[in-house]
Nanobody
Framework: QLQLVESGGGLVQPGGSLRLSCTASGFTLSDYAIAWFRQAPGKEREGVSCISASGRSTNYADSVKGRFTISRDNAKNTVYLHMNSLKPEDTAVYYC?????????????????WGQGIQVTVSS
């Protein structure tokens, strides 16, 4: 069974940090470009960051540039999202997704596999 599982979410104070992990089972993640999306209540799902299959190319939404970093460890079949200087507006359910298109992209419709999502809450 092909599956993506997110972990590492939770409650953090403003200014704090979290590291999200996206681990694949049933397939080799290094063959796929990966993106992180998030969805806040009442809002559309939006792209946060993406990384190419090779890992050489990354991209970020303007709202997280300089605060979030995406990386991948193909030996562990895992992609990470390091989130620093978190703000209340970062509160959302975060999803990772995988596409066979090898370039870094945040176009939702090209993604073949999605995780179940994980809650991140930034609040004092």
């Amino acid at each position: 069974q092909l599956q993506l599982v997110e972990s590492g979410g939770g409650l953090v104070q403003p200014g704090g940090s979290l590291r999200l992990s996206c681990t694949a089972s049933g397939f080799t993640l290094s063959d796929y470009a990966i993106a992180w999306f998030r969805q806040a209540p009442g809002k559309e799902r939006e792209g946060v960051s993406c990384i190419s299959a090779s890992g050489r190319s990354t991209n970020y939404a303007d709202s997280v540039k300089g605060r979030f970093t995406i990386s991948r460890d193909n030996a562990k079949n895992t992609v990470y999202l390091h989130m620093n200087s978190l703000k209340p507006e970062d509160t959302a359910v975060y999803y990772c997704a995988a596409t066979t298109i090898p370039v870094a992209t945040m176009m939702k419709y090209v993604f073949d596999y999605w995780g179940q999502g994980i809650q991140v809450t930034v609040s004092s």
